[in-house]
């Protein structure tokens, strides 16, 4: 879906890697893989934070382009090319799982970078009052924790509960910018200094999530196969 496609791999990809047989250090290299891909678009997000087109620069570095979207959705809503759509989207080879998904990667890094500055901020008690650390801290948690429940349910091709559960992480990322805009919250200059730095990943999270959201009401309004 546009630069961060939603839609992972078709069902039957499930199906046809009975043969595959990874053991622990497999699975192992392949999560540390994705752990990598992580923290390298967060290298891109840091080189590009000055572009008022950010998300969608960083999209291309991470090589997410809108082809690659459209072959994803062929896959999704069957196509007479899937097969071929499907080699396009998953290079020959290469096991797909949620990890891979560029929802995924983004809110993930975003949410990384946001809690590590906040552990690094309120640390220390002199500078954050602690039921605010804690309340910005189980906020953030909210917020992720929901939205990859919402990726889980687009990779399922739910769309209708995707929409909710992304509406509900934006709830949480509401109330995140809630406490970081409290006036008492804003008298602690480390506060000041960590919702600086925090609004434009705050608000590039919202924007990802938002187009997420219409692309998933316009898969739920075209029609069934079958239907006129």
Known sequence: M?????????????????????????????LREQDDAIHRYLGFYEACKASPDRIDDVAELMHWG??????????????DDEDDDEDDFIPQGEVYTLHK?????STKALYLSLRRNWELTAGD???????LALSLLSSLHRGEEQAV???HALDFGDYAMAVSLFKRALSALNSTLALLNDTSALDHRAVRTYREESLPRLFDLREIWL??????????????????
Do not use: M
């Open 125 to 131: 008690s002199t500078r954050v009052p602690q039921p």
């Open 66 to 79: 809108n082809d690659t979207a459209d072959d994803a959705r062929a896959d999704a809503s069957g196509s």
């Open 101 to 105: 998904n560029p929802i995924f990667v």
């Open 211 to 228: 187009r997420v959201i219409n692309e998933c009401r316009q898969e739920l309004k075209r029609p069934a196969d079958g239907e006129n």
């Open 2 to 30: 546009s630069n961060f496609d939603s839609d992972g791999a078709p069902e039957n990809e499930w199906e046809e890697r009975g043969d595959l047989a990874w053991n622990e250090f497999d699975w192992e290299r392949y």
């Open 149 to 151: 429940h919402a990726i």
